[in-house]
């Protein structure tokens, strides 16, 4: 069974702190890594995507993945009000063919002012 | 512009109705997926297609049915619809590749009354 595990939340930060988002996976052998945002009501938005070990910064957002330890976060720099919203991590299984997708349950966050 | 597109976004109908969620895609991508979301839960796959002719089931079972006829179109079909199969279904699609991210439609809201 391939899983993609992450805390519900809902995690609360003030406005202006560094939001850390965690996800774990089950899969040694998965290449690809991203993150979704979904607010309330709307479909999921790619805002990172990330394939080697290390860190990929884009702004306001870095994701980081150890894939020794099967393990990627996203980390939110200066976060806004508007960051406020589920975040889907996603990694994808090889599987026999084509590309599935295997997504969390979500991290909610909330940013207070 | 290249975008995916979801009709109708909004589904008010009622019990044994038959109904048809469109889905279509100018991005020329292979792979098509249909996901059904319950509001603050988590994506489950019910359907996807890796191209013309080819449809499988997903990791929830469901009683809609697909098909691909053409690339660009991946329609959802309720033959009888019922109060159960009240959720959010989001269409997306995803390029052959080593990518392998999935960008979503808006989505559908379908209330079976």
């Known amino acids: 069974q391939k899983e993609v595990e992450q805390n519900s939340g809902p995690l609360s930060v003030p406005e202006g702190a560094i939001a850390s988002l965690n996800c774990t996976y089950s899969d040694r052998v998965s290449q690809s890594f991203f993150w979704y945002r979904q607010y309330s009501g709307k479909s999921p938005e790619l805002i990172m995507s990330i394939y080697s070990n290390g860190d990929k910064e884009d702004g306001r957002f870095t994701a980081q993945l150890n894939k020794a330890s099967q393990y990627v976060s996203l980390l939110i720099r200066d976060s806004q009000p508007s960051d406020s919203a589920t975040y889907l991590c996603a990694v994808f299984f090889p599987t026999g063919g084509g590309n599935k997708l295997t997504f969390g349950t979500g991290t909610q966050l909330k940013v207070e002012l | 512009e290249a975008d995916i597109y979801q009709t109708p976004r909004y589904l008010v109908i009622g019990t044994g109705k038959k109904i048809t969620l469109e889905c279509s895609q100018t991005?020329?991508?292979?792979?098509m997926y249909w996901y059904q979301q319950d509001p603050g839960m988590e994506l489950h796959l019910i359907h996807y297609?890796?191209?013309?002719?080819?449809?499988e089931k997903g990791d929830l079972s469901s009683e809609s049915t697909v098909s691909r006829i053409r690339t660009e179109h991946f329609p959802l079909t309720l033959e009888s619809a019922r109060p159960s199969h009240t959720s959010q279904y989001l269409c997306?699609?995803?390029?052959?590749?080593?990518?392998?991210?999935?960008?979503f439609g808006p989505g559908t809201r379908l209330t079976v009354t």
């Open positions: 991005m020329g991508h292979d792979k």
């Open positions: 297609s890796y191209g013309v002719n080819s449809t």
């Open positions: 997306a699609s995803s390029n052959s590749g080593t990518q392998n991210w999935q960008y």
